[in-house]
């Protein structure tokens, strides 16, 4: 399975839908809606059903200020 976004692609962080809040999401808040740069990205095979995942690290902005979060919390730029 190939990653869903690519090394400079633009995207939108967006909250999880149908999930319930935990620590994590907390800190996710302050960034819903701005767009980023995916810089990195890595992927996770847990050994389970789920199969492999990928975690993206996202440059918000202009700044230097970047996140790690996972694909469900993103969505493709369309600017």
Known sequence: M??????GQKVVIA???NQH???RDSGL??????VGEITDYHWINPN???GVFYIYT???G?????VVLHED????CLD
Do not use: C, D, F
């Open 2 to 7: 190939a990653s869903k976004y690519k090394i």
């Open 15 to 17: 909250p999880v839908k």
């Open 21 to 23: 809040l935990s620590p």
């Open 29 to 34: 808040e302050p960034y819903i809606g701005q």
């Open 48 to 50: 389970t059903a789920v």
């Open 58 to 60: 996202v440059r918000i």
């Open 62 to 66: 202009t700044g230097h200020k970047k």
């Open 73 to 76: 919390e993103l969505e493709a």
